[in-house]
């Protein structure tokens, strides 16, 4: 079982950066992909970023810009740093692993982006 852990969420005000990191741990196969998704209160969970095992970066157009996933396969983590952040931004931020054709997912990490 893949356990995932989040963290770097809180409190910004708007104009500001935060910089997310998740942590994978309790596998002995490859990890795939990683990403990080969001879904904030009455929304549907949306991506935000993804980077493959070689480092291919994906991003929807809305988070292009903004927003830079990166990724350290020798510690089995991936980084969001998300810069000029807005309040629309405010969300649960989920990490997201795929491992064997299997996505696991984190609890989730709370950034709350203030006006």
């Known amino acids: 079982q893949v356990q995932l852990v989040e963290s770097g969420g809180g409190l910004v005000q708007a104009g500001g950066s935060l910089s997310l990191s998740c942590a994978a741990s309790?596998?002995?196969?490859?990890?795939?992909?990683m990403g990080w998704y969001r879904q904030a209160p009455g929304k549907q969970r949306e991506l935000v970023a993804a980077v493959t095992r070689l480092g291919r970066t994906r991003y929807p157009d809305s988070m292009k810009g903004r927003f830079t996933i990166s990724r350290d396969i020798t510690r089995n983590t991936v980084y969001l740093q998300m810069n000029s952040l807005r309040p629309e931004d405010t969300a649960v931020y989920y990490c997201?692993?795929?491992?064997?054709?299997?996505?696991?997912w984190g609890k989730g990490t709370l950034v709350t982006v203030s006006s």
């Open positions: 997201n692993a795929q491992v064997d054709r299997m996505d696991f």
């Open positions: 309790g596998t002995r196969f490859s990890i795939d992909g």
